[in-house]
């Protein structure tokens, strides 16, 4: 028999012998400050919550329903959610079936039961992921919806905690959570070992410590096993007690009054003291681990027995009958009654539409646009202030990289106060290459945030500060070490929309110096060449500027994109072009140019190439396309390749790294007679495998690509030796037109053969 059926059961056998549980908790209802409603309505929470569970496995039998993790014996979370406001975000584990029931409870309209079960037979009409996967999670009430790798959801709860501050002071015009709110983050025991967990909490009590106000509810759910792998007995609270910056509270799970005694105080304590809490709580787990989890592959009959002896439900009819609530009778008839409701619920909700066709599906995957206020740019007069009247005329002059890229973000900053920038070193040091110079100075340390080192809670705070109407610019410092905590972004911010029917949105513009040719300052990790990490998310928008005017414009869209049409947006700086000035020779200053003021240039819009035409003729001899260090070399080659060779060279910068901006590809490139694609990223996995792919499915003809080695990079002279140069793209040019000339000749010839035998 299926164990849910054997706890089914025992419950009602028990309750109807009288045969109660102990009281696993000496604090009375008056102690708890808990009224006899209340608990009931506790008690009706975690029964329409074991139900749910129940139902979910009988339809999955049947084919009907998907994916049964259940919240049985976690059923103490109805408790733990009466403690809290409603309006306290809540970032789930998902055994918290009862947690989102018993807040539903508080909020007058709610229906979780329908709600959930849409959830359960992937309906469209499921009011969380539109049928896009069994989850917890609504909008109403401030529930995101968490489906995902084990403890991801951890560093987004300390961004949400943090900005609550931040909002209070800027007050945001998408700000969601009120000014006393807390929020609520919960996980398992195994999970608290992940890294990514550890990463976390370590991070909310080194902000605490400081005296940065978290206000911050962890907890951490203690079934004692993780799938099949136990906990060390003690572990947990060994592991949660001592934490610097960190309260710690425990609590028995079983008895919803002591959880609610106790959680009431945890939730009143951070409130109060905006300071992160960890309340570990007791609980057990029933049915083993997820559908198809058989426990007596790894536990003895007895001891899968002994944690159905402590089923919740069964500690909170004692509570009911000890304290003359209920009867025997009573409480048998909430469970009998709930029973039957779920179960006619359920047969309805089999009837309701699934999705379809893979459209359907995609609806979700990148956010729709959302109305904010009308954006003028930055005043003069907060200009005048922020830079001095003499700075402001200084930008005229030509700038680098580097330079133009902080003024952008400067004024950007002045023109949103919904912005914040969090990074390592990027406030007090102005960044590893002075690109975010004077920005703490100007905006202060809350909007410009020296983080601690740790890549995961720097994108996390971007994720969380976003669920609260902030849209961030996390700075990874170097692109090698966005590996570290590339599940953020992954898992984590990109499917958020999707998996929220485009409710919950994390807009963001994520900067990363990378890339290689730096001379001097070496070693792959500094040099990082790769992007094939970011070009396969679904939704996500990656930028790669190659000189200062286009970057400044390709950020203001890039910022114009995460604030009104929700994207998010990796945007990867070049960081060899940082400082450079010159591109044909030294002194020519040719790679400068004077600072776009908000409002003046030609803004660059999402999908748009740039187009380097030669100086005589149009190009259509060959066209170059790469980007960044690859486009400014290209550039080199082209004047060689023109003065040298008359080849007539036009040179494509891509810009738009992912989605390709391929229609614009073609357009620039249709004229020409070959194309040379310039990647220097890896052959392996490179933009240029996808190019090579659009221009065949094209039908360009005379197509060759000239790409870095399949190599990390080395320190010291030959710290450029496997990656394009000028000489590479110039000899590789050559032997393409070259070809084509001699294929030229051989076709012309074979057309005249042709032509004599007619
Ligand atoms: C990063 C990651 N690794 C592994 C898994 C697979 N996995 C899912 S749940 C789970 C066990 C979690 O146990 P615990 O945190 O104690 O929660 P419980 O299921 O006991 O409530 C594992 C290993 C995952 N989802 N994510
Ligand atoms: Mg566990």
């Not at 609980?283 to 002994?306: N, P």
């Not at 966005?482 to 992954?490: C, I, S």
């Not at 513009?509 to 001097?520: E, H, K, N, P, S």
């Not at 890896?682 to 495998?689: C, L, M, P």
């Amino acid at each position: 028999m299926d164990r849910s059926e054997i706890v089914h059961n025992n419950f009602l056998s028990r309750v109807t012998a009288g045969d109660w549980p102990e009281l696993a908790s000496p604090v009375s209802l008056q102690e708890a400050g808990l009224s006899p409603e209340a608990l009931t309505d506790i008690f009706h929470s975690q029964v329409l919550s074991r139900h749910l569970d129940r139902v979910s496995r009988q339809l999955q039998a049947r084919g009907e329903g998907y994916y049964t993790i259940g919240s049985s014996g976690h059923e103490g979370n109805a408790a733990l959610a009466s403690a809290f406001r409603p309006t306290d975000m809540a970032f789930l584990h998902y055994r918290d079936a009862a947690f989102q029931i018993a807040r539903a409870r508080q909020v007058p309209g709610e229906t979780p039961l329908w709600d959930m079960l849409l959830s359960f037979v992937t309906s469209t009409e499921d009011p969380i992921s539109g049928g896009r996967h069994k989850v917890l999670g609504s909008k109403r009430l401030f529930i995101p919806p968490q489906t995902s790798t084990i403890a991801s959801h951890l560093p987004k709860a300390v961004g949400a905690a943090y900005s609550i501050g931040t909002a209070n002071r800027l007050n945001p015009e998408h700000r969601q959570l009120p000014h006393d709110a807390v929020v609520v983050c919960s996980f398992g025991d195994a999970s608290l070992n992940h890294s990514t967990a550890q990463g976390a909490i370590n991070t909310a009590g080194w902000t605490a410590f400081q005296g940065v106000p978290l206000p911050l509810v962890f907890v951490c759910e203690d079934n004692g096993i993780g799938i099949s792998t136990r906990t060390p007995t003690g572990w947990v609270a060994a592991n949660l007690q001592n934490r610097p910056g960190i309260k710690y509270f425990g609590c028995n799970g079983l008895d919803p009054v002591e959880t609610y005694a106790v959680a009431k105080e945890a939730a009143d304590w951070c409130r109060r003291r905006r300071r992160p809490v960890a309340l570990h709580m007791k609980c057990v787990r029933l049915y083993g681990h997820a559908g198809a989890d058989m426990q007596a592959a790894y536990m003895s009959k007895q001891q899968i027995e002994a944690e159905e002896a402590m089923d919740p439900l069964l500690h909170t009819g004692a509570r009911l009958v000890s304290t003359g609530i209920l009867d025997n009778q009573g409480v048998l008839d909430i469970y009998t009654s709930v029973n039957a409701r779920v179960e006619r619920a359920a047969e309805q909700a089999i009837k309701r539409p699934r999705l379809k066709t893979a459209e359907q599906v995609m609806a979700s995957l990148v956010p729709g646009p959302r109305p904010c206020r009308t954006d003028n740019g930055p005043s003069e007069e907060d200009r005048s202030e922020c830079f001095g009247v003499s700075d402001i005329r200084a930008m005229d002059k030509p700038q680098h990289m580097a330079k133009q890229i902080n003024l952008a973000l400067s004024d950007l900053m002045l023109a949103h106060n919904d912005l914040v920038m969090a990074g390592e070193d990027i406030g007090r040091k102005g960044g590893v290459y002075g690109v975010t110079q004077k920005l703490q100075q100007r905006f202060g340390s809350g909007r410009v945030i020296d983080t601690l080192l740790d890549e995961q809670s720097i994108l996390g705070l971007a994720i969380g500060m976003a669920h609260n109407g902030f849209v961030a610019i996390p700075e990874i410092q170097f692109l090698a070490y966005l590996h570290n905590a590339e599940d953020q972004v992954r898992g984590e911010a990109a499917t958020l929309s999707f998996f929220s029917n485009r409710q919950y949105t994390n807009p963001m513009v994520i900067r990363i110096a990378g890339l290689g040719y730096q001379r001097g300052f070496g070693g792959h990790f500094h040099n990082d060449n790769s992007l094939a990490v970011l070009r396969d998310i679904p939704g996500v928008i990656m930028a790669c500027p190659s000189n200062g005017a286009d970057a400044v414009q390709m950020l203001r869209t890039c910022i114009r994109l995460a604030r009104e049409e929700q994207r998010i947006v990796a945007f990867v700086e070049p960081i060899a072009l940082y400082m450079t000035r010159d591109l044909h020779e030294e002194g020519d200053g040719l790679w400068t140019s004077p600072y776009p003021q908000p409002g003046h240039g030609t803004p660059i819009e999402l999908d748009s190439v740039g187009i380097h035409l030669p100086v005589k003729g149009e190009g259509k001899d060959l066209a170059i396309v790469s980007y960044a260090n690859g486009y400014y070399r290209a550039r080199q080659a082209a004047k060689v390749l023109e003065e040298d060779h008359g080849i007539s060279c036009r040179v494509i910068d891509i810009r738009w790294l992912s989605p390709l901006p391929a229609k614009a590809l073609i357009e620039a490139t249709t004229e020409c007679r070959n194309v040379l694609i310039v990647d220097e990223c890896r052959r392996t996995g490179s933009q240029s495998e996808q190019l090579m792919t659009l221009f065949t499915e094209h039908g360009t003809h005379n197509l060759a690509r000239l790409t870095a080695e399949d190599c990390f990079i080395p320190t010291g002279p030959s710290y450029a030796a496997t990656l394009p140069s000028k000489e590479s793209i110039t000899d590789a040019a050559l032997s393409l037109v070259g070809k084509q000339i001699k294929n030229q000749r051989a076709n012309n010839q074979g057309a005249k053969k042709q032509g004599g035998k007619k």
